[in-house]
């Protein structure tokens, strides 16, 4: 067991309840010196008493539940004691236990230690952050599934068939001369490819993933008084965005955020593009092409009542081959622009003012930004998986070519299958070369 650490586990603010929590060595003994209360301390139970200071001055009144290592978050000896959610309560109780010998505990070291533990695997120790701050429900589920280890068993899965290819190479090599199962080319084609497809199915979620962490950025954008502004307040169901006849309302940007069908959206108004020598409207302008940079889809608003203008086109060439859908607003008003132009392109028609459109919108947005979501489809990967899934497939797929083409020495082969496996295992956090060995062993019972 480590030293002991410690730290508020609840939300720094005035609370009904806050926890304090320890991990490590000796953190029993160490609470119990300032825990007043039951002589008994039964893991695992609730204890009711008072924490008191030094001087044995009664701080406030207390539960404390002690877990028993190895049963509990980290894998070590842990205490928690919830006191009344007071910031002055907390940290002075926290102090104490510096006092006695604790150190306190960085960012994120409760659940580093229950993965060093073996409590978690990487992948799940990743989804504990993403499970406090998931924004949507989809975004709960996903973190939630992740950290029942749903991930890493397909991550798993995939990587003991790497080693399992890996078992045979090697035996090829140690044990050619003797009476072993050997694999045929064909068979180590056939699971390689197996794998890949394994891990293209994981890539394919790769995208959304990232949506469903990160949030879709969207813009709006268009010249001035086309009705952005009016359409994002619509889209938001909000009036956040100042709205008015005059040209050039909005000078800068304003963000908000929406839920579309558990994925976030952040969304941006920007400033109308013109060509303008006002000062403050040109930063506008610039920022807002700045966002036309950032986005992962850009909503190019027109004035569908009106004739096309210069400035409209000008704007579609800037945002043309980026994702994005052209959106003509005010259709309440008719439709005098013409859409051939824009042939190839989404288009969709709203009224931000009668609200006419806005699910249709909602649905090419999520379509544009190629967001998966499927009956049943849980888990989808982060940005860090998908990078050592792609690594995995490059190899494996340059591995198979080479294969296939040249005479390669099983070696040579055994390399290329080992470093996919490992990336694999750098999802899940266990890469060592013992496991390939292990496997060996567990194949062909040598030494038998
Ligand atoms: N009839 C009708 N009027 C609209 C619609 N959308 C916006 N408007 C009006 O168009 C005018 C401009 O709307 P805004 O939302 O301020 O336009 P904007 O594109 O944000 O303009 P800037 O911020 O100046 O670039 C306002 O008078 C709105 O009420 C619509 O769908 N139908
Ligand atoms: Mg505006």
Known sequence: MKEPIVAIA??????AV????LSGRGVLDIARRFFRGSSQVKPRFAHYGEVVDEKGEVIDEAILIYYRAPRSYTGEDMVEISLHGNPFILKRVVELFLSAGCRLAEPGEFTKRAFLNGKLDLAQAEAVAELISAKTELARRVALRQLRGELSAKVKALREDLVGLCAYLEA????????????????????????????????RTARTGKFIREGVRLAIVGRPNVGKSSLFNALLREERSIVTEVEGT???????????????????????IRKSEDPVEKIGVERSRKRIETADVVLLVLDGSEPLREEDLEIYREVRDKEHIVVVNKVDLGVRIPLEIFEGDSIIKVSALTGYGLKDLEEEILKKAGVLIE?????????????????????????????????????????DVREAADCLGEIVGEVTAEDILGSIFARFCIGK
């Open 250 to 272: 909005t000078r800068d940007y304003i963000e908000g955020s929406l839920n579309l069908r558990g994925v976030p959206v952040l969304l941006t108004d920007t400033a109308g």
């Open 375 to 415: 009956e049943g489809l849980n888990i989808y990967v982060s940005v860090r998986h998908e990078e050592l899934l792609r690594r995995s497939e490059k190899i494996l797929e340059e591995f198979k070519d080479r294969y296939r083409g040249e005479n390669l020495s099983p070696e040579i082969a055994m390399l």
């Open 10 to 15: 609840t939300p720094f603010g005035e609370s």
């Open 18 to 21: 806050g926890i304090v929590r």
């Open 172 to 203: 090829d090599i140690e044990f050619s001369e003797e009476d072993i199962p050997t694999i045929t080319k064909e068979e180590v084609l056939e699971r390689t490819e197996r794998v890949l497809r394994g891990i293209r199915d994981l890539l």
